[in-house]
């Protein structure tokens, strides 16, 4: 089993989209193990954001991802990772794949509705700054044996 976050941004919080993106990791199977709403600080941002910080577009996004709540998720299952990331889609929402999040709900490149741990690395680090391990939850669904193999 991996873990990765997801953020559901200020944007998919606004346009009301948190249930049926939620939906879409549900119906793939995945467990999410943790989950809450916040309002991203300025440091929160910052330590999130890091390696992006001295660029000349963070301050721009970091007004946007404090500028509303967002949905803080730890999504578990086999190659968790990877399988967010595809659900996901193309960074920019305008060049993301029909059948993807961001191609069928978003409408901006800077506005692309959640956020996904890129690698095990990135995901390991994420995590740790939105949840401690006592938030978490994990669990076998009852309908696991009709969700994968029992050698997956």
Known sequence: MERTLVLLK???VQRRLIGRIISRFEDKGLNIIGMKMIRVTQELARKHYAEHVHKAWYPSLEEFITSGPIVAMVVEGPEAI???RDMVGATNALTAAPGTIRGDF???RQMNLV???DGPESAARELSIFFREEE????TPTIQSWLRAKDE
Do not use: E, M
Not at 136 to 139: A, F, N, Q, S, V
């Open 106 to 108: 978003g409408c901006s």
């Open 136 to 139: 978490l939850c994990p669990y």
């Open 82 to 84: 990877r399988v967010v």
């Open 10 to 12: 200020p944007d998919c």
């Open 115 to 117: 956020h996904a741990s």
